[in-house]
């Protein structure tokens, strides 16, 4: 029986359901597959480690890597090829080793854009607000252009990350209305959707990246973390009557993606997606009785 070893490089990634995710659907294809978690937080190092990190991958046999929040653009120059996707979103979460070359590719968008059309398959799509120009927005942001957002506002902490992504979408989507804004409450004037990109909400970083009150029922809110799967702010979205997408659409979809890069085999997508709800039901029934 064929062996794999692959691994996840990322910050507080101990509670990842990726490894069990991609040893499963292996199983099913007959493979036996190692999924190692490598995370940063245990060795209270960040991006700083990932040269080390790359070259050992490289040196241990690994077939393959996924590169999660914060690596995802730091990673880029250690790698030794780009695909034409994961050069024009900027990020890289699937790193191939093939030939002795490490090959940086990006399931993100074509994950996202899987999971949004699955659970809000009507959604409009003509003004579009996302928050987060980081790794994972570049991908979402590329990714929300490709299904026919026809106006999208960037926003961003970091001003000028949020201006220097417009202007890579602008490049690549000049019949779009594209810019990077300033004021949330602004930029959701007119809007259909929002989507949150940043890791607030994640289990380590709780709360809500805007104010609640901003939200309005014909407003639908997508979610990219999905540690938890019920973030606050879908919490808050829902209790305000707009529609929602979860963070783990995108979670199994950038799995499947990475999956058929990573073993060349035709993942089952569905039965991926089954068997990660099922996951987080059970660790939801773990944790409501510790």
């Not at 790359?54 to 695909?83: H, W």
């Not at 417009?166 to 810019?179: D, K, N, V, Y």
């Not at 409450?185 to 990246?209: F, N, R, S, V, Y």
Request: net charge negative.
């Amino acid at each position: 029986m064929k062996k794999l070893l692959m691994g996840l490089i990322g910050t507080g990634i101990q509670r990842s359901l990726t490894p069990r995710l991609h040893e499963e659907e292996a199983r099913q294809h007959g493979l036996r597959l190692h999924y190692q978690l490598i995370d940063l937080d245990t060795t209270d190092s960040g991006v700083e480690a990932l040269p080390g990190l790359i070259s050992a991958a490289r040196t241990m046999g690994f077939a393959g890597l996924n590169i999660t929040y914060p690596c995802k653009q730091a990673v880029m120059p250690l790698l030794d090829e780009l695909s034409a996707e994961a050069a024009a979103m900027g990020a890289v979460n699937t790193v191939v080793v093939c030939g002795g070359k490490l090959i940086g590719h990006n399931t993100d968008g074509s994950g996202w854009a899987w999971g949004f059309r699955r659970q809000l398959p009507q959604a409009p799509l003509a003004k579009v607000v996302q928050l987060g120009a980081g790794g994972a927005g570049s991908a979402v942001a590329e990714a929300v252009l490709r299904l026919g957002a026809q106006e999208l506002v960037i926003l961003d902490r970091e001003a000028d990350r949020a201006n220097a992504l417009a202007a890579r979408l602008r490049a690549l989507h000049p019949a779009s209305r594209i810019a990077a804004g300033s004021n949330v409450a602004e930029a959701l004037q007119g809007a259909d959707g929002l989507i949150h990109c940043t890791p607030t909400g994640m289990d380590k970083l709780p709360g809500l990246p805007l104010d609640g009150e901003l939200l309005r029922p014909e407003l639908w809110v997508a979610e990219i973390v999905y540690f938890p799967l019920e973030t606050e702010l879908l919490e808050v979205a829902r209790a305000r009557g707009c529609a929602t997408v979860d963070g783990g659409g995108m979670a199994v979809g950038q799995a499947v993606g990475a999956f058929r890069l990573f073993t060349g085999l035709e993942p089952d997508a569905v039965r991926m997606e089954r068997h990660f709800r099922r996951l987080i039901a059970e660790r939801q029934a773990e944790e409501a009785h510790a």
